[in-house]
């Protein structure tokens, strides 16, 4: 059809839907623009974070989007969506017209829902939940700890960016300090009571990680509500703490460019056509990946590219003036206890009553109570599956 596309955002969802797109119309012009000119992956920053990979290993580029698939790919912040006169401009004072448009920027940070927790306090209390400069930092900052210091991971409470993310973190840190660090300690301040995969994450804590994590719920006052980064502490409502490092992952929006561009309802996220992921808010533009309202789908590398083959696939249809199918979408979210074990929960998802659901029966949880060579397998599964989600993403 010739029709241009144009994608913001060159991570999960955006690659993924870019090339999918040339895939399933090689005839469709599609621009790909991302504010930074390689994107790291979130996916595996973890394992960065106590050197088990270093950086490069979660550093992908987007030149084979180009070269191998005739995406033309702009590296430039975008700052305006029109979808009035479908036009976007960007800081660098370039405007492209679109007549179809997928949003795709990830999150952003709800800046002093944690009082004191800002961009400033970020650079000296990472977050590291974008990865690249904050991996770094926090890396650094856990060498650099002395051997007895304490560590606080703060999570927020629902709905963030990867559920089970802050507890593979949590995992992954503990187990750095018991080979590097043995006297030290990780407090989970937790703004909730339950989380992802939690008794199987506290099944392997307590077979690994008994005498260094430590979880505090929101119900026995884990809830962080204030900062200092200057003087170090990290205040619950009835503790102060001051750790050696403050791992805060504050409440979360979608993409700043989504509010800005109106596309997002009181929630922070942008409200979908659960079928295509066209915006709700404003037509032929189409949201997917975190920035989405996307029911029972969690917020992951997996699902956002699992639904940007759904909104490739039906902004194909719909150009060619035929009715996208029905969507079906997936997921798996592995996560690593150790660097041998490895656990998972995985869903298919279908619409049900206007809704993104999870099919009854469809997915399942790894088992309690498993062997070695059962959690060893998962360990060697997520690395398999991080190898080709990137592949099928970025090359
Ligand atoms: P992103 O992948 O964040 O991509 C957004 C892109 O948009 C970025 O490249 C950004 O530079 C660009 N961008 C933003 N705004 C603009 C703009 N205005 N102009 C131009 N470009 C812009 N998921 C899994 O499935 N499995 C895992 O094991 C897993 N582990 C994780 C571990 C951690 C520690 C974290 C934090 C997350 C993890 N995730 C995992 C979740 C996963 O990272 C996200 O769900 C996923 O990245 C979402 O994809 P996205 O396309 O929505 O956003």
């Not at 991570?11 to 399933?24: C, D």
């Not at 119309?25 to 088990?52: K, R, Y």
Request: proline content about 6%.
């Amino acid at each position: 059809s010739g029709a241009r596309v144009v994608v913001v955002g060159g991570g999960f969802g955006g690659a993924t839907a870019a090339k999918y797109l040339k895939r399933y119309d090689p005839s469709l012009d599609v621009t790909l623009i991302d504010s930074q000119a390689t994107h790291f992956t979130c996916p595996f920053s973890n394992t960065v974070l106590v050197g088990m990979n270093d950086m490069s290993y979660i550093e992908r580029k987007f030149d084979k989007l180009n070269s191998m698939h005739g995406v033309k790919v702009f590296t430039d912040m975008v700052t305006a969506i029109d979808p009035a006169t479908k036009v976007v401009k960007t800081a660098g004072g370039k405007t492209f017209e679109y007549d179809r448009l997928i949003v795709s920027p990830g999150i952003d940070f709800k800046w002093n829902a944690i009082e004191g927790y800002d961009a400033a306090a970020a650079e000296i209390m990472p977050h590291a939940w974008k990865a690249g400069p904050q991996t770094v930092l926090l890396k650094k900052q856990l060498e650099a700890m002395p051997n007895g210091g304490l560590v606080v991971i703060a999570p927020p409470g629902n709905p963030f960016r990867c559920p089970p993310g802050p507890y593979e973190r949590a995992s992954l840190i503990a187990g750095y300090l018991k080979k590097h660090k043995p006297k030290s300690k990780l407090l989970i301040l937790d703004a909730k009571d339950a989380f992802a995969k939690d008794k199987l994450f506290k099944e392997g804590w307590e077979k690994m990680y008994d005498d260094i994590i430590e979880w505090v719920p929101a119900a026995k006052n884990g809830k962080v509500t204030k900062v200092n980064a200057k003087d170090g502490t990290v205040e619950t409502d009835f503790e102060k703490y001051k750790p050696a490092v403050a791992n805060i992952i504050p409440p979360q929006t979608a993409g700043q460019i989504a509010i800005t561009a109106g596309l997002t309802d009181k929630s922070g996220f942008c409200p979908v056509d659960p079928n295509t992921f066209e915006s709700t808010l404003a037509k032929n533009v189409y949201v997917i990946g975190d920035a989405a309202i996307a029911g029972d789908m969690p917020k992951s590398g997996y699902s956002a590219s699992s639904q940007a083959k759904v909104c490739a696939a039906a902004i194909v249809a719909t150009l060619k003036g035929e009715k996208p199918l029905p969507l079906s979408a997936i997921n798996t979210c592995y996560s690593l206890v150790a660097a041998d074990y490895g656990i998972s929960v995985a869903a298919v998802f279908a619409v049900k009553d206007g809704k993104i659901s999870s099919i009854p029966g469809s997915g399942g949880v790894s088992p309690m109570g498993a062997n070695y060579q059962f959690r060893k397998k998962e360990a060697d599964f997520a690395t398999g599956w991080y190898q080709s989600i990137c592949q099928d993403s970025w090359a």
